[in-house]
């Protein structure tokens, strides 16, 4: 179920970007609003429905004791790059709220990496819905993959 005209979240994203440095500052205004996603200064490289790409930039802040991206680091990219994307796809008499997330970490974090959130239209349907989230390296290897579950429910009638 794909929304007939875009929703607030994926409106302000189209008007925001059409300007020098949209991107950043619709990335700032994200982080805004859910102030802890700032920790790792996220850039919404892209936001399409159904779909998010978040990028981290490797820098001492997200660095762990090893010197790769510190999973934690990728988690917060990858928790927003869902939230932005959840928020700018979901039908517009549902709503949702996380109930956990489950990744695996598949190889070293060593550069810049980019979250991605991603649904197929058929999964927004009342009950539990699996995000699939997937890190990946400069090279484009896979260094963190899982999903995110969401609760999906219908918003209360007003």
Partial sequence: MTPTKPNKVMSLYKKVTAYPFGKQIFSKMVS??????????PYISDLRVNRCECLI???KKVQNHIGTVH???????????????AEASIPAHLRWIPKGMSVDYTAKAGSDILCVAEVKPEQWQVGDMLVDVKAYDTNGVVVVQGHIKLW???????
């Fill in 57 to 59: 930039k490797k820098r």
């Fill in 71 to 85: 999973v934690i680091a990728i988690c917060n990219g990858l928790e927003m790059a869902m939230g932005t994307m």
């Fill in 152 to 158: 999906i429910s219908e918003k209360p009638q007003k």
């Fill in 32 to 41: 805004r609003m859910a102030p802890y996603f700032g920790t790792v200064h």
